[in-house]
């Protein structure tokens, strides 16, 4: 992923780019089970471009639901993928299952 998707490792991480950012977050929760794996790799590349055509007014977290179990549960995501749009601590949008460009551009516009 490019550097414009952080990728935390663990919870606490999560939750320190969540502290840091300036700009509402998009938590991208994915997994890597063989039913999900595939899908989740294929969104891999539409969350850097949304990452890079939205620059400085999204910050953008790639999380794996295994890895960083906490905030999955914390912030509810529900199956992978799911996207959720998190400004100052509230989740205020969700979507789960893959999208194509103008469904996310579309999800984006109407919750930033």
Known sequence: MASRVHQPLEN???DFVLARADAPVLAYFCGTWAKVAEVCREMDSLVREM???YGE???VVRTDMVRCA???RRYGGTGAPSFLLIKQGEVTATRTGP???TQFREF???NL
């Open 57 to 59: 007014r999204l910050t």
């Open 12 to 14: 606490a991480e999560f």
């Open 108 to 110: 984006l516009d109407a």
């Open 51 to 53: 990452a890079d055509a």
């Open 99 to 101: 999208m194509n460009r």
């Open 70 to 72: 906490e905030p999955t």
